[in-house]
C-alpha cells in the first residue's frame, strides 16, 4: 500500500462541484486540504458549503461530530497558488479546458517540489495531452471522480502515456484510503465509464426516433425489465440533455465519427429547445409543479387462452412456468423446440428477440402469428415485459400472446416491431462496446465490470450479462441488427473471438 499518509497536504484547485466534492473526501480522509480558485470567494463559499453538509450529516447521526470537526479544521482556501508549495498531491477540477489545464500545471511545476503529485479529474481530455507541456510529466495522472463525490464510490485513474506506474499506484491507493474503489484505466477517449455508457442513452435514443415506444414507456422497460437504476429519459433528464449531448459528442468526435456513438437528432432537438432535463423543467419529462407524473404505456387486459405450451427450460420459459403454476393456471411443457419457440398460447407462438425484428422472423418461419419477448434480466421478479407483433401477425393472436403474459403476471409493454427490441439491443451493444474496451487495454475485465457497477449503478457488470446471456447470442443479436441497421452494429473482434473460441470475455 503506497497511500500518501494522512498528514500529507492536499491541494484542490477550481472550488466548483467536484472541487468542493473532492476536497471534502479528502479532509474527511484526514489531509489538511487547501481549495483554490480563481474566482474571488468561490474557495470560501464552497468550504461555507462543505461545513453546512458536514454539520447536517452530523445532526443526522450519519457522521461522527469529531471527525467533521477534525476535517473543517483542516480545510482552507488558499489566496494564492504560491500557497500550495508545500502540497504532496494537487487535483485539478477547474474548466474543462485543455488551454487552461495545461498554463495552470505549468504554473504549478514552478512552486511545488518535484515529488509532488500532480492529477486531473478532467472527464474528458487526454491526460497525455495535458502533461505534455510539463518537465516531469511522469507524476501526473487523471482522478477521475463521478459526482456528487462524497457519495459516488468510484474513480477512474487514468494513465497517461508518461504517467508513471508508481504515479497511478498511489493516486489508486490513496483514492482506496479515502474510501473510494479505484479501478485503472489509459487514457483513451471517455475513459472506462464514459465511454462503455454510450449505448445506454444512444440505443435509447434512437428507439425513441424510430417511434418504437414512448419515453415513460422506455424508461419503464429499462427498470423494470433491464435492472437499470433509472431509463434514459429520466437519467438524461437528470444528467443534463446538454452535458449528456456534449460528452456523447465529445466520445463520437474523439472516434473519428464511429456509427456507433452517433449523437442523436432527438436529444439536439431537446438541447436547441431548451428543455435540458430537472433543471430547466422539462426534458423528456415534465418536472413543472402539477404536470403529471410519466405513465408508462401498457395493453389492456386480455382473456388467457385456454390452450398454453411452455417448451424448453430457458430463463424465460422456467419463469412463465413458476408463474402460471403459482397462479393455477393449466399449460403443457415440451423439451426445447427446433425453432426455440418459447411458448404457445391460442394462435399465438412467441419467441425471445435474435435481433430480428417480428416481421422478419414471421417471414423466415412462414409463420404469420410470431411475436417476440424481450431480453429480462430477471424473469421470475420482473412485473412487465415488452411485447412485439409481426405486421402480418392476425389482432387475435396478438391478445392471446397479451392474455398469457398478463396470466402469468407481467404488465405487457406492447412496442413497435424494432430489431433487437429495446433491453436486448441496449445490453448487446454495451457488452460490445465492453469486449471492445477491454480488448484495446483501455482496463481489466474485472475492473471494467466493476466501474460499471459503480460509476453507473449497472445491475451487472456487461462482462458478466455476457456470460449469462452467452456470447454467441449476443454475436446472432448483433449481426441480425447489423444486416438491417448497418456497421452501427458490428459485433467487435474480441466478441467474435469469444464466440468462436468458446471462452469468456473475462479470458480474453
Ligand atoms: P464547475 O464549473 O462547477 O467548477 C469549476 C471551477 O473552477 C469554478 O469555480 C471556476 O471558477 C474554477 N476555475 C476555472 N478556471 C480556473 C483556474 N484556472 N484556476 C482556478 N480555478 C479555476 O465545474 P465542475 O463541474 O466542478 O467540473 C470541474 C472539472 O471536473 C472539469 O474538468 C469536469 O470535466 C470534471 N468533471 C465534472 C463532473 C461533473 O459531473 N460536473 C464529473 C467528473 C469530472
Given at each position: ?29 484526514g ?57 504532496g ?52 495522472g487523471?482522478l ?35 474510501g ?22 444512444a ?54 465519427h ?51 405450451t ?11 412456468r ?140 456487461p ?39 468458446g ?6
Amino acid at each position: 500500500m503506497t497511500a500518501l499518509a494522512p498528514r500529507t497536504t492536499v491541494a484542490v484547485i477550481g472550488a466548483g462541484t467536484m472541487g468542493a466534492g473532492i476536497a471534502q473526501v479528502a479532509a474527511l480522509a484526514g489531509h489538511p486540504v487547501f481549495l483554490y480558485d480563481t474566482r474571488p470567494e468561490a474557495a470560501a463559499q464552497a468550504i461555507t458549503g462543505i461545513q453546512q453538509g458536514l454539520h447536517a450529516l452530523v445532526s443526522k447521526g450519519r457522521l461522527d461530530a469529531s471527525l467533521a470537526e477534525t476535517a473543517l479544521d483542516g480545510l482552507r482556501a488558499a489566496d494564492a497558488l504560491a500557497d500550495l508549495s508545500g502540497c504532496g498531491l494537487i487535483i485539478e477540477a477547474i474548466v474543462e479546458r485543455l488551454d487552461a489545464k495545461a498554463a495552470l500545471f505549468d504554473a504549478l511545476e514552478a512552486i511545488v517540489a518535484p515529488d509532488c503529485l500532480l492529477a486531473t479529474n478532467t472527464s474528458s481530455i487526454p491526460v497525455t495531452a495535458i502533461g505534455a507541456g510539463l518537465r516531469h510529466p511522469g507524476r501526473l495522472g487523471g482522478l477521475h471522480f463521478f459526482n456528487p463525490a462524497p457519495r459516488m464510490p468510484l474513480v477512474e485513474i487514468v494513465s497517461g502515456l508518461d504517467t508513471t506506474p508508481t504515479t497511478a499506484t498511489t493516486l489508486a491507493d490513496t483514492a482506496t484510503a479515502w474510501g473510494k474503489t479505484a479501478v485503472h484505466a489509459r487514457s483513451t477517449p471517455g475513459f472506462i465509464v464514459n465511454r462503455v455508457a454510450r449505448p445506454f442513452y444512444a440505443e435509447g435514443l434512437r428507439l425513441l426516433q424510430e417511434q418504437v415506444l414512448d419515453p415513460a414507456t422506455l424508461d419503464h422497460v429499462m427498470r423494470i425489465c433491464g435492472g437499470f437504476r433509472m431509463g434514459p429519459c429520466e437519467l438524461t433528464d437528470l444528467i443534463g440533455q446538454d452535458i449528456n449531448a456534449a460528452v456523447s459528442r465529445s466520445v463520437w468526435t474523439a472516434f473519428h465519427h464511429a456509427p456507433r456513438f452517433e449523437p442523436s437528432l432527438l436529444q439536439q432537438e431537446l438541447v436547441d429547445g431548451g428543455r435540458l432535463g430537472r433543471k430547466s423543467g422539462r426534458g423528456f419529462h415534465d418536472y413543472r409543479e402539477g404536470a403529471p407524473a410519466p405513465t408508462p404505456h401498457l395493453a389492456a387486459p386480455q382473456t388467457c387462452p385456454t390452450s398454453i405450451t411452455i417448451h424448453g427450460d430457458s430463463p424465460l420459459a422456467l419463469a412463465l412456468r413458476a408463474r402460471l403454476q403459482t397462479r393455477g393456471i393449466a399449460f403443457h411443457t415440451t423439451s426445447a423446440a427446433q425453432d426455440q419457440r418459447i411458448a404457445e398460447a391460442g394462435e399465438a407462438v412467441l419467441y425471445l428477440t435474435d435481433g430480428r425484428s417480428a416481421t422478419r422472423r414471421a417471414h423466415d418461419l412462414d409463420r404469420p402469428a410470431t411475436l417476440l419477448l424481450d431480453l429480462v434480466l430477471d424473469p421470475m421478479l420482473a412485473t412487465c415485459l415488452p411485447l412485439a407483433a409481426a405486421r402480418q401477425c392476425p389482432d387475435t393472436a396478438r391478445q392471446d400472446a397479451i392474455g398469457l403474459l398478463q396470466a402469468a403476471g407481467f404488465g405487457v409493454a406492447p412496442t413497435q416491431d424494432a430489431p433487437g427490441m429495446v433491453v436486448m439491443r441496449t445490453v448487446a451493444m454495451l457488452i460490445n462496446e465492453a469486449a471492445d474496451t477491454v480488448h484495446q487495454g483501455v482496463c481489466s475485465a474485472a475492473d471494467l465490470n466493476l466501474a460499471m457497477r459503480l460509476g453507473v449503478n449497472y445491475p451487472l457488470g456487461p462482462l458478466d450479462w455476457c456470460d449469462r446471456i452467452g456470447a454467441g447470442m449476443i454475436g446472432t443479436v448483433l449481426t441480425h441488427l447489423r444486416s438491417s441497421d448497418g456497421e452501427r452494429y458490428r459485433p467487435c473482434g474480441a466478441l467474435q473471438s469469444a464466440i468462436h473460441s468458446g471462452k469468456s470475455l473475462h479470458d480474453a
